[in-house]
């Protein structure tokens, strides 16, 4: 069995980076990943009105996630090896069903309806239930989850033995390398019903062909350069445009507008048009490992020894240049959120968020000192700095940089982790869960 996701992350990963060096890539989407950064409040702002809604902190929580109007936790069992799931309303916290978990084992939505037990090491069983009651509703040997439609839950079905990750080498020993790819899988992708876990259509594309799984449909990039959009309802055709590409696929990234392609045995990654197939830049490598990547819906982003390049997605010329910034995050066409994450510096470390001007790079604001969680609907931030033995929390607007804020937390002797859903915001910090209306 091998699931690849994280539905405790709220929001879908924003820098899908071509690795440096040595790394692996799914051709799937998984759902994604968790931010950490920073920001600051003005000083002598009130706090009041910042007791959460309720708290969660008899037991050790080790994690958590949110979907449907529902928090799923991880606890820790003092009297028992593994650990104890728990489903829970979020508007209250009332408890709706638990579920005992042994060592290796973890729960995960894999959508607001229904919830999965798995193995963290990608062996043995998945057992789908449902996510309001608890009920079993079935049970599969595997489960490699690339996208959802409806009640469909897509996924990838590999052979037995088959390789998860390929890997694929972009340097060598520090000098540039043409990118590899091992043998070659046959891979097919199945629609399972989400209450009976029947199988509902199955696709098995051309040798050669990968698939690349959006809420638009299935994208499938052929060796011959054909585009293939497939509804994920019914794997049906619906859709084909010509890349002018062909070759051994090693990987590929779509955005709405552009297509990047990294071929076997090449060195360099090239850019599509979506709509027309003709190839908009290239980008030939460098003496360095950096590689643009799409880091908002409106920009590239390339990493450099001193900061961050925004690359336009048409072209591939440089915007801008930031120094001491390393990852854009949010975009909303006129502004770009930027912050450094930190690679290499002390887990929960402290790091500054501004907000630039998306086609010239200028300054908007910056604020420091703060420690960012999540990312909200109309590119708002939730920042938390410790406080007093604890920890508050604010909301940064994107257009003025000015915090509100919302909540305290009793301690975060270390990292705070939080989910949103429903218009709330639930935090585990120290073992405690405490959740809060969003402002």
Not at 16 to 33: N, T
Not at 259 to 270: F, N, P, S
Not at 300 to 309: E, I, M, N, S, V
Not at 315 to 328: K, P
Request: glycine share 10%.
């Amino acid at each position: 069995m091998v699931i690849e996701l994280d539905l405790s992350v709220p929001w879908d990963p924003p820098e899908p980076v071509v690795p440096p060096r040595r790394r692996g890539r799914r051709w799937v989407a998984a759902v994604v990943v968790g931010l950490v950064s920073a920001a600051v409040l003005a000083g002598g702002a009130a706090r009041v009105g910042m007791e959460p809604v309720y708290r969660v902190d008899d037991v050790r929580i080790l994690d958590l996630q949110s979907s449907g109007g529902r928090i799923l936790v991880s606890r820790y069992r003092p009297d028992a090896p593994g650990t104890l799931a728990e489903v829970r309303r979020l508007r209250d916290g009332r408890v709706l069903w638990s579920l005992p978990l042994a060592v290796g084992q973890r729960l995960a939505f894999l959508n607001e309806r229904v919830v999965a037990r798995m193995s963290d090491d990608g062996s043995g069983p998945v057992t789908v239930f449902d996510a309001a009651t608890g009920n079993q509703l079935w049970e599969r040997p595997r489960l490699s989850l690339s996208g959802r439609a409806g009640r469909l839950l897509v996924s990838e079905d590999l052979p037995d033995g088959s390789p998860q990750l390929p890997t694929y080498i972009v340097t060598d020993g520090g000098t540039l390398a043409p990118v590899q790819l091992p043998g070659l899988i046959q891979r097919r992708y199945l629609a399972i019903d989400e209450r009976t876990g029947e199988t509902v259509w199955t696709f098995e594309p051309p040798s050669g062909a990968v698939a690349y799984a959006r809420d638009d449909g299935l994208w499938v990039l052929n060796p011959d350069g054909r585009l293939e959009t497939r509804d994920l309802a019914t794997a049906a055709l619906i859709g084909t445009r010509q890349l002018a590409w062909s070759g051994t696929v090693s990987w590929y990234s779509m955005s709405d507008h552009e297509v990047m392609v990294v071929t076997a045995g090449k060195v360099g990654t090239d850019v599509y048009d979506v709509e027309t197939g003709r190839l908009l830049w290239r980008w030939a490598a460098a003496d360095d490992d950096s590689v643009p990547y799409p880091c908002t819906d409106t920009m590239y982003c390339l990493r450099d020894d001193t900061g961050l390049a925004a690359l336009d997605p048409r072209t591939g010329e440089r915007r801008w240049h930031l120094d001491g910034y390393n990852g854009a995050f949010a975009d909303d066409g006129r502004t770009v959120l930027v912050t450094n994450f930190g690679f290499g510096s002390a887990p929960n470390a402290e790091q500054p968020i501004a907000a630039v001007d998306a086609r010239t790079g200028r300054k908007l604001w910056e604020i420091t000192g703060w420690r960012l969680t999540m990312l909200l609907e109309g590119s708002r931030v939730v920042v938390w700095r410790e406080d007093g033995g604890g920890a508050v929390l604010a909301v940064v607007n994107l257009g003025t940089g000015r915090p509100t804020l919302f909540g305290r937390a009793t301690a975060a002797n270390r990292d705070l982790s939080c989910v949103q859903n429903a218009g709330m915001l639930a935090c585990v910090a120290d073992g405690a869960l405490s959740v809060w209306h969003l402002p």
